[in-house]
């Protein structure tokens, strides 16, 4: 069953740009992203998100396609940023030597799904729509254990020992967007102030924050970077991105309300009731350099703690993006 889930879905993310695009001679690319626990200076590693995959197509395109009716905009006219991306994330409770159930830890959980989304601006470049459909599964289909287990032989790492206790196979269907408006451009600085939300059965949440650019192009969004490259002059640009939010649904914390039983059929134990924190902060620290054919970007994630059990964490990211188009 979880080869050809995967199969499924490759084919389908990377099926959209083709069919979505056709005549399109606007750019293209593809970009490769790794989260990882690894990359970051905390000294704890392995536990809670401990790794994340995303392998997307992202194209620009000004006529209109059948994706504007599943994901539309207030904004008419103008080109959208699309991103048709196959996803892949992993959490693990901290102590991957224990093979009994950790009920006050993070479940041993993967979720594996196909990612359609589009960044649209007003007229004036001041504000930005995304939006966002995920279809995927969630459980063993998700191929979590063995990513993990290949990548720990791999780089001679601790064996996880708890898989077996993993969350059971569910669908992923989730529809996200958010709003953003630039409250402030002045020299290479940009202020912009955002609200957004999830809803579906992965997550459901509401969400407050604000993005700092600092950017020398005329750009007000990260989204719109690519968009004001000149040629031959690779551009840096720095951005500092904090966010509180309210969580309404966590399936792969709560899930165990839901589905008591693991892959293995132990009975799951429910969290404590209250240990799920409602009100989470975090906040993204990114640095990049972005051309014409060739871009990377590093960034540094913190988030506060999920369950009052748990701690706050922290993992890097590293983001290569290459223009096929």
């Known amino acids: 069953m979880r080869v050809p889930i995967l199969t499924a879905l490759l084919l389908l993310c990377f099926s959209i740009p083709a069919t979505a695009q056709q005549h399109n001679p606007e750019p293209v ?14 000294p704890k590693k392995d536990r809670y998100y401990t790794a ?5 197509v992202d194209w620009r395109q000004t006529s209109n396609t059948w994706i504007n009716t599943l994901l539309p905009s207030p904004f008419t006219g103008g080109a959208s940023w ?25 479940p041993y959980a993967a979720t594996l799904y196909g990612s359609l989304q589009r960044k649209n601006y007003s007229a004036a470049g001041d504000q930005e729509v995304t939006s966002s459909f995920w279809l995927g599964m ?16 791999m780089l001679h790492f601790k064996e996880p020992l708890g898989w077996q206790h993993q969350i059971v196979n569910n669908i992923v269907i989730n529809y996200n967007t958010a709003y953003a408006l630039n409250v402030l451009k002045k ?5 912009n102030v955002q609200a957004g939300l999830e809803a579906g059965s992965l997550f459901s949440n509401f969400q407050l924050g604000a993005e700092w650019l600092v950017t020398h192009t005329p750009a007000r969004f990260t989204g719109q970077l690519s968009d ?46 209250g240990n799920l924190e409602r009100l989470l902060y975090g906040a993204d620290l990114k640095l990049g350099i972005l051309g014409n054919r060739f871009g990377v970007e590093l960034s540094e994630a913190w988030r506060s703690r999920e369950l009052r059990t748990t701690a706050p964490y922290i993992y890097g990211s590293l983001s290569v ?3 096929l188009q």
């Not at 994340?52 to 997307?56: F, P």
């Not at 969630?138 to 032989?153: D, I, N, S, V």
């Not at 020299?187 to 202020?191: H, I, Q, T, V, Y």
Request: glycine share 6%; with cysteine; hydrophobic share 35%.
């Open 29 to 42: 690319f593809l970009r490769f992203t790794h989260d990882n626990d690894c990359i970051s200076p905390t």
């Open 52 to 56: 994340g995959t995303q392998l997307a």
């Open 82 to 106: 699309y991103r048709a991306a196959l996803m892949q994330h992993i959490q693990t409770p901290q102590n991957l030597k224990d093979r009994e159930l950790q009920p006050k830890d993070y």
């Open 187 to 191: 020299g290479p600085s940009r202020l």
């Open 228 to 273: 004001a490259l000149r040629p031959g002059r690779p551009h840096f640009y720095l951005s500092l991105h904090p966010q509180a939010t309210y969580v309404l649904v966590n399936e792969l914390l709560e899930g165990a309300v839901r589905n008591p039983y693991a892959v293995d059929g132990s009975k799951l134990t429910p969290l404590p009731p």
């Open 321 to 323: 993006q290459v223009r």
């Open 138 to 153: 969630m459980g063993p289909a998700a191929l979590g254990e063995e990513t993990q287990k290949a990548l720990h032989r």
